[in-house]
């Protein structure tokens, strides 16, 4: 079967996004759009009349873990191996590359 999509109609839509390609490049896209248009068509032949809409394959589910609270690392010590700290935070330059 021959490819719906045209050289000329790569090189068009290749215009309008401001793309500049060669001429391999050309006849390379041709075919793989054209590739993908036919597999489009395919599927657009294809009765799914019975078939559920859904916007994900898989059932959905909360993957997050419970909050539990746990030990975590001794702020008084973190805060001493900082390069500088105040208030019990860390200190930041204002700006990125100035110093505070």
């Known amino acids: 079967m021959s490819s719906p999509l ?10 309008l996004a401001r793309l500049t390609l060669t001429e391999a490049e050309l006849d390379l896209f041709t075919s793989q ?12 032949a294809l009765n799914l009349d019975d078939v559920e809409p859904t916007a994900h394959p898989f059932g959905l589910i909360n993957v ?4 539990v609270v746990r030990p975590s690392l001794d702020r008084d010590v973190l805060l001493s191996q900082a390069p500088d700290a105040e ?4 200190a930041v330059p204002r700006i990125l590359g100035e110093a505070p």
């Open 33 to 44: 759009l054209g590739q993908v248009l036919e597999h489009a068509n395919d599927m657009s």
């Open 6 to 15: 045209q050289r000329e109609d790569v090189a068009r839509v290749a215009r």
């Open 64 to 67: 997050f873990r419970r909050d």
């Open 87 to 90: 208030s019990g935070r860390f």
